[in-house]
């Protein structure tokens, strides 16, 4: 999977991309409007990740040139404008997705592989870890082939965790994953643990082994042992 | 006070007291000249007398008309006491006591004084002075009468091209971003005013516009380096040593990067409906909007054991969707935080008002502060302090009314929507 990272800030280019490469995606970088253009023009990515204001140019207008160009690849926008004005005319210049600063890693992960699996229908909708199976189109779970039920919090858990495995996740990261950040919870992340600890349990008595770990009270990791 | 008013009080007083004035003195001076004349003509008989008496060493014969009087009076003795003098009497000459001008004057006929007494009647300069006074009235009351007339009308007229600017001014908002376009009026002071109007509206808008550009910038400059202490952050998470002795002081500073994007997000927010730059347009079922959000917090609400009470009609305002989940959001969220455990929610949706009541332990708010930025009450360090702020404002660009009232241990909030 190949992934084009336009953002002209360096120390956050070189975040999302070290975040993205460990996740086995293939990243390119660009901080500039022109290198971008060229890269978009002679390459197909499958996703692009575009920070709106670039030196050189608007992150829009390589919107545009990527719908000349008739390339189909996918497009989160990342801007620190959360401008209702832009997100709407983002989307409708073909971007897949927006999000905006200041994101999660975590989030954007997932942001892209939901991005990626909607493009690739040809692919598989199978995301597999161990002996757990998600139909990412169904949207169902099994644990060796027999399906459980999950309730849909749930199944969002599971597939942020699995999606960002071996990687330690904030509670806040989860809350905001889960419900937006519109929510302002402070430090109540009690509705959290309920959800974890139910998840796990469903998990465990399916027959699945115990993936999800809690970090120094501060967060969650879903690890083989 | 009108300047109108103030002007015409001015102008009123001003004209009358002229008037007063004038006519005191007109009355003076021309009961003086028709003294004067009087007394002329009575000279001119005293010289006749004279020179009659000069002549035929007799007194002429009296031939008594109706507006003058002669009487000889033979003085005892030799005296000449009385000079040529003029006199204003009353006197009985006919039936009645009437005002006349006496001249005396002595003369000599033959070898005796006589005092001579000749009397004109007062009643025509009288009668005369009375015509004058009435004419001089009834001009004073037709030219204050004319005058405010005038003023009415006229005045009205005049000052229209002000009023009209007043309205124009009065229905102009910044955030419209359009142009204020002032006609010029022919008269000078009017034009100017609308000149000087326009150049300011012109100078605003583009303090404004850069106003605002400052702001979005000012948002990408910031947001920024907040992705990247956050995107580091998730970085750091990742390395086990690290995170083992340093786990509190990373979740410190996450929830301080959280905080100040949080902060960040909601002066932007709130400087934006400040700024009117929202439209009010959009047909929405707040009952809906209500029920969708009770839904995302209701688990938030089990894992306190809050008890949500809903009594919702079928609403629908004019709102901006956005706005109005935010709304909702705010109100939603401090309902649930400054709950207590085990306590309820009741949201009570009418055709005219929404209320949103909750239990609590923090005693009465401070009602005249609630709504200021970064107001906070006790055990609320957390908060951004901008919740309810924005709260009031998107109510006051909706002309809604928000009210809070604390009653049997409970906040409550009624939004009023003060349809027509």
């Keep these: 999977m190949k992934i084009l990272i336009v953002e002209d800030e360096p120390a956050l280019n070189k975040s999302m991309a070290d975040y993205l490469s460990s996740q086995q995606y293939l990243c390119e970088s660009v901080n500039n409007f022109k290198d971008a253009l060229e890269k978009i023009e002679l390459y197909q990515y499958d996703c692009i990740v575009l920070d709106l204001m670039l030196p050189g140019g608007n992150g829009l207008q390589l919107l545009e040139a990527l719908k000349k160009a008739n390339k189909t690849d996918g497009v989160i926008i990342i801007s620190a404008k959360n401008e209702l004005d ?85 509670k806040n990261t989860i809350a905001e994953h889960l419900w937006g950040d519109d929510m302002d919870m402070a430090d109540n992340y009690d509705f959290i643990y309920a959800h974890i600890k139910n998840l796990r349990k469903k998990l465990l008595a399916a027959g699945a082994g115990d993936y999800i770990q809690s970090v120094y009270g501060m967060g969650y990791k879903f690890a083989l042992r | 006070m009108k300047l109108f008013d103030k002007y015409n009080r001015l102008n009123i007083t001003a004209t009358i007291l002229t008037f007063v004035v004038g006519s005191c003195a007109f009355y003076f001076l ?12 009575l000279k001119t008989e005293q010289q006749e007398i004279v020179s009659f008496v ?11 008309t109706k507006d003058q009087y002669i009487q000889f009076n033979a003085n005892k003795g030799d005296e000449i006491k009385i000079k040529n003098e003029f006199l204003t009497l009353k ?50 009351a037709i030219i204050l009468l004319v ?24 229905n102009y908002h910044l955030a419209d971003q359009s142009d204020l376009k002032l006609e010029n009026s022919e008269i000078d002071e009017f034009s100017l005013l609308n000149q000087s109007i326009n150049e300011m509206t012109e100078r605003i808008q583009k303090d404004y516009g850069s106003l605002k550009n400052f702001t979005g910038q000012a948002a990408h400059e910031m947001q920024t380096p907040l ?85 919702i009609d079928h609403v629908t305002i004019k709102f901006h969707h956005h706005l109005a989940e935010i709304l909702i959001n705010n109100l939603l969220n401090n309902a649930i935080r400054y709950n207590k455990a085990g306590g309820g929610i009741e949201i009570c949706l009418t055709h005219n008002n929404l209320s949103i009541t909750n239990t609590s332990e923090t ?39 928000i009210e809070y009232q604390y009653v049997n241990s409970r906040h409550d909030f009624t939004i009023h929507f003060n349809r027509g």
């Design chain 2, 91 to 140: 006197k009985k000459h006919e039936k009645e006591e009437e005002n006349y001008r006496e001249l005396q004057f002595v003369v000599k006929a033959g070898d005796k004084h006589y005092t001579v007494l000749v009397d004109k009647p007062l009643e025509e300069t009288e009668a005369l002075l009375q015509v004058i006074i009435g004419v001089t009235i009834a001009m004073i």
């Design chain 2, 30 to 41: 021309i009961n003086y000249i028709l003294l004067r004349q009087l007394d002329e003509s």
């Design chain 2, 147 to 170: 005058g405010y007339l005038i003023n009415r009308t006229v005045i009205r007229r005049l000052w229209k091209p002000f009023y009209l600017t007043i309205d124009q001014v009065k």
């Design chain 2, 54 to 64: 000069n002549k035929h060493d007799a007194l002429p014969e009296i031939t008594p």
């Design chain 1, 86 to 170: 832009d997100k709407i005319k983002g989307i409708s210049l073909g971007a897949d997705d927006y999000l905006t600063k200041p994101f999660h890693l975590s989030e954007l992960s997932v942001r892209i592989a939901a991005i990626i699996r909607r493009k690739n229908l040809q692919g598989s909708n199978q995301l597999i870890f161990e002996e757990i199976g998600i139909d990412v189109q169904a949207r169902t779970v099994s644990i060796n082939k027999t399906p459980i039920v999950l309730t849909r919090k749930e199944y969002e858990l599971l597939l942020y965790f699995i999606i960002n495995k071996n990687r330690v996740l904030s």
């Design chain 2, 363 to 401: 005693g009465q708010l401070d009602a005249k502060n609630l709504f200021k930025r970064f107001y906070r009450g006790q055990n609320s360090e957390d908060g951004t302090g901008l919740g309810l702020s924005i709260v009031k404002q998107i109510c006051d660009l909706a002309d809604y009314t």
């Design chain 2, 227 to 311: 992705a990247v202490i956050r995107t580091k952050l998730d970085t750091l998470i990742q390395n086990e040593t690290v995170l083992e002795k340093n786990a509190q002081h990373i979740v410190d500073i996450e929830k301080a990067v959280q905080r100040l994007s949080r902060l960040h997000q909601s002066l932007l927010l709130l400087t934006k409906v400040e700024n009117r730059q929202f439209q009010l347009n959009e047909e929405l079922r707040l009952d809906n909007i209500i029920r969708d959000k009770c839904a995302e917090y209701s688990e938030m609400a089990e894992s306190l054991n809050l008890n949500f009470s809903l009594q």
